[in-house]
C-alpha cells in the first residue's frame, strides 16, 4: 500500500507476509540455562561443531529450533548408566590413572559425561568377564 507523504514523495507501508516468521536467536546464556549444561560446554560445542550458531562481533547466537535439539541431545546423553572411575575403585585395587588408561586405550569402554567418566554395567560386566583366568 503506498501513500504520499507531506514532501510529495511515496510512503510505502512494508506488510509482513503471513508465510514468514521471524527466526529467534538465543545467546549462549539462554542456551546454557535452557539445556542445563555450562556456558563453557556450550561454547566448546559450538568451537567443535556440535551446535550451529552465529558469530557476530564478539557474541554467539543460536537459533531457537537448534537449541531445542541441543538441549533434547543433550540430556539424552547426560543419562548414562554405569559406574564412575570412583565407584570401580571401591571393587578393584587399582588407581584412578590405570583406570584412565585403561579406558584411553579403549580396553574398558566408557562415556564421557561432562568431565568424568562413566563405564557401562554391561561394560563393566563383559570386562571382567574378558579377564577372567
Same mark, same amino acid.
Given at each position: 500500500m503506498? %501513500?504520499?507523504?507531506r514532501? $510529495?514523495?511515496?510512503k510505502v507501508?512494508?506488510?509482513?507476509?503471513?508465510? !514468514?516468521?521471524? #527466526?529467534e536467536? &538465543?545467546?549462549?546464556k539462554?542456551?546454557? /540455562?535452557?539445556?542445563?549444561? %555450562?556456558? %563453557?560446554?556450550v #561454547?566448546?560445542d @559450538?568451537?567443535? %561443531?556440535v551446535?550451529?550458531a552465529y !558469530?557476530i562481533?564478539?557474541?554467539?547466537?543460536?537459533e531457537r529450533?537448534a /537449541? /531445542? &535439539?541441543?538441549?533434547?541431545?543433550?540430556?539424552?546423553?547426560?543419562?548414562?548408566? $554405569?559406574?564412575?572411575?570412583?565407584?570401580?575403585?571401591?571393587k &578393584?585395587?587399582l588407581?584412578?590413572?590405570? &583406570?584412565?588408561?585403561? @579406558? #584411553?586405550t579403549?580396553?574398558?569402554? /566408557?562415556?564421557?559425561?561432562?568431565?568424568?567418566?562413566?563405564?557401562?554395567?554391561e561394560?563393566?560386566?563383559?570386562?571382567?568377564?574378558?579377564?577372567?583366568?
Amino acid at each position: 500500500m503506498t %501513500g504520499k507523504t507531506r514532501n $510529495g514523495r511515496n510512503k510505502v507501508k512494508v506488510s509482513q507476509d503471513a508465510g !514468514h516468521q521471524e #527466526k529467534e536467536y &538465543l545467546s549462549l546464556k539462554e542456551v546454557s /540455562a535452557m539445556s542445563g549444561i %555450562g556456558y %563453557g560446554a556450550v #561454547k566448546r560445542d @559450538i568451537e567443535r %561443531g556440535v551446535l550451529p550458531a552465529y !558469530h557476530i562481533g564478539r557474541k554467539y547466537f543460536v537459533e531457537r529450533d537448534a /537449541a /531445542a &535439539l541441543y538441549e533434547k541431545t543433550q540430556q539424552r546423553g547426560g543419562k548414562a548408566e $554405569g559406574y564412575t572411575i570412583r565407584q570401580i575403585m571401591e571393587k &578393584l585395587p587399582l588407581s584412578y590413572a590405570f &583406570l584412565v588408561e585403561l @579406558i #584411553k586405550t579403549k580396553k574398558l569402554p /566408557a562415556v564421557k559425561v561432562g568431565r568424568q567418566y562413566i563405564i557401562p554395567y554391561e561394560a563393566f560386566d563383559a570386562f571382567m568377564a574378558e579377564n577372567k583366568i
